[in-house]
C-alpha cells in the first residue's frame, strides 16, 4: 500500500499517471471541530496503480496533485462528489474538471436516489468493502494498515464500478441526463458560502420581516466569526440563541445576557457588542427594504388527488426505465404540473418531459389512466 509523504514521490506519482484516461479520486477529512474541512488523506487510482496522498506530512506540497485534478485531459471520477469537491474548491478556488459522480450517473442508471459507494460497489463488483474504519480519526498519525487499505478501496474499486455505468450510460444514450446534476456539481457558485445568505438555512416559524432582518444581520455576523475562528457556527453561537435575539431584538447588554444560551459574560465582551451593532443595523433598514421569506403557495383545492396520482404514474415509470424519480420529479414540480399544464419546471422540459412530462399532462387530460391488473399496476391509454 502506497502512501505519499513527499513532494518528489507526489510528482513522481503524477506524472506516472498523467496520461490516463480517467483517475478515481476520493478524500479523508475531518470538521467536527472546526468550519473549513480538514482534509487529512487523498486517495488517487490510476489504471496501474493507487496512492494515499498525506497532506499533512511535513513539507509536503500538493500543487501536482492540483496540477492533475485541473488537467482537462484527465477525468476525474468521485462517487458523492460534492463534499470532496468543496475541499478543493476552498484549497485552490477551482473545481476539478472534468468531472464524473458515479453516485449521480447510478440515478440514472436504475440503483435508486442517492445509491451509497458501498451498495454500489457490491452490486456491480466481486469486491467486499471493510467499513470497520469508516468513522476513524483520519487526522491521527501514524495511519495504520487497515485504514489505508480501507481508504485505498474507495478509489480501486471505483475503476471497474465507473467503467460498468459508463458503459451503460453509453448503451443506453444516457449520458445527457447527467447534464443539469453535473452542472451544479461544476458551478463554483455551488461551493461559495455567503454569510449574508446564512441565516437562510435556518428554520424559521415565522415571516415577520423584522424577525427576518435582525436574524440575518446576526447569523451573518455568527458566518464570518465563525469562519475567522475556523469553528463550528454552534460553536459561537446556537441556532437557538439567534432565534431568540432575532425575536426579542435586545437592545443592551443586560437584555441581550438574559438570552438563553448566550449568557452575562458573552453579552458583556466583544460578542455581545458586535451582536448588538448587528441588531442596531437590522432596526434602522427602512420597511421596503426588509428581507422577505419564501412565499408559501398553496396547493389549489382538490389538487391532492391529482399530486397523489402524478406520484403513482412518476414512480411506474421510474420503475419501468430504471432511473431514480429523484432524478425525474420532486414534489414541488408536481404540484406545479398538477395546477398548471405549462408549469415552469424541469421535469416539463428535455428528456424528464419525454420520460414522464407528457405522460404527466396526458393522465390530466384525461388521455390515460391507471388500472390495476392483478397485483400490479399498469398504464392504459384511453381513445
Given at each position: ?374 397485483k400490479k399496476v399498469k398504464i392504459v391509454d384511453l381513445p
Amino acid at each position: 500500500m502506497s502512501l505519499i509523504t513527499t513532494t518528489d514521490a507526489l510528482s513522481a506519482f503524477i506524472e506516472r499517471i498523467r496520461d490516463a484516461e480517467y483517475v478515481t479520486v476520493d478524500t479523508e477529512f475531518m470538521r467536527e471541530k472546526t468550519y473549513w474541512p480538514e482534509l487529512c488523506l487523498v486517495q488517487v487510482a490510476g489504471p496501474d496503480e493507487a496512492a494515499a496522498i498525506d497532506p499533512l506530512a511535513p513539507g509536503i506540497d500538493l500543487s501536482p496533485l492540483y496540477e492533475l485534478l485541473a488537467d482537462p485531459k484527465v477525468l476525474k471520477v468521485f462517487h458523492a462528489a460534492r463534499q470532496d469537491l468543496e475541499i478543493f474548491v476552498n484549497l485552490t478556488g477551482q473545481v476539478p474538471a472534468p468531472l464524473f459522480d458515479t453516485q449521480v450517473a447510478a440515478m440514472v442508471c436504475g440503483f435508486g436516489d442517492s445509491v451509497g459507494y458501498e451498495t454500489l460497489i457490491t452490486k456491480l463488483t466481486p469486491a467486499r468493502i471493510d467499513k470497520s474504519s469508516r468513522f476513524t480519526d483520519w487526522s491521527h498519525r501514524p495511519l495504520t494498515d487497515r485504514q489505508l487499505h480501507y481508504a485505498l478501496s474507495d478509489v480501486t474499486h471505483l475503476r471497474p464500478a465507473y467503467e460498468k455505468i459508463r458503459a451503460k450510460l453509453t448503451r443506453t444514450g444516457r449520458e445527457g441526463w447527467l447534464a443539469d446534476e453535473m452542472a451544479i456539481l461544476t458551478d463554483p457558485a455551488t461551493y461559495r458560502t455567503e454569510p449574508e445568505d446564512a441565516w437562510k438555512r435556518l428554520k424559521v416559524r415565522t415571516e415577520k420581516p423584522r424577525f427576518l432582518a435582525i436574524l440575518k444581520e446576526v447569523a451573518a455576523w455568527r458566518e464570518r466569526e465563525a469562519q475567522r475562528k475556523n469553528l463550528p457556527r454552534n460553536r459561537v453561537l446556537r441556532d437557538e440563541a439567534l432565534m431568540e435575539i432575532a425575536a426579542h431584538a435586545p437592545s443592551n447588554v443586560d437584555d441581550l445576557g438574559r438570552t438563553r444560551g448566550l449568557g452575562a459574560g458573552m453579552a458583556q465582551g466583544r460578542y455581545g457588542t458586535e451582536i448588538l451593532a448587528a441588531i442596531k443595523t437590522a432596526q434602522a433598514i427602512p420597511d421596503s427594504a426588509l428581507p422577505r421569506g419564501e412565499p408559501r403557495v398553496e396547493p389549489a383545492p382538490g389538487i391532492a388527488p391529482i399530486v397523489e396520482l402524478l406520484r403513482v404514474l412518476l414512480k411506474m415509470v421510474c420503475d419501468d426505465n430504471d432511473v431514480a424519480s429523484r432524478l425525474v420529479a420532486n414534489a414541488a414540480d408536481l404540484e406545479a404540473i398538477a395546477g398548471d399544464d405549462k408549469a415552469d419546471v424541469q421535469a416539463l422540459k428535455g428528456w424528464r418531459r419525454d420520460l414522464f412530462g407528457d405522460a404527466a399532462l396526458r393522465l390530466k387530460q384525461g388521455k390515460l389512466a391507471l388500472a390495476i391488473a392483478g397485483k400490479k399496476v399498469k398504464i392504459v391509454d384511453l381513445p
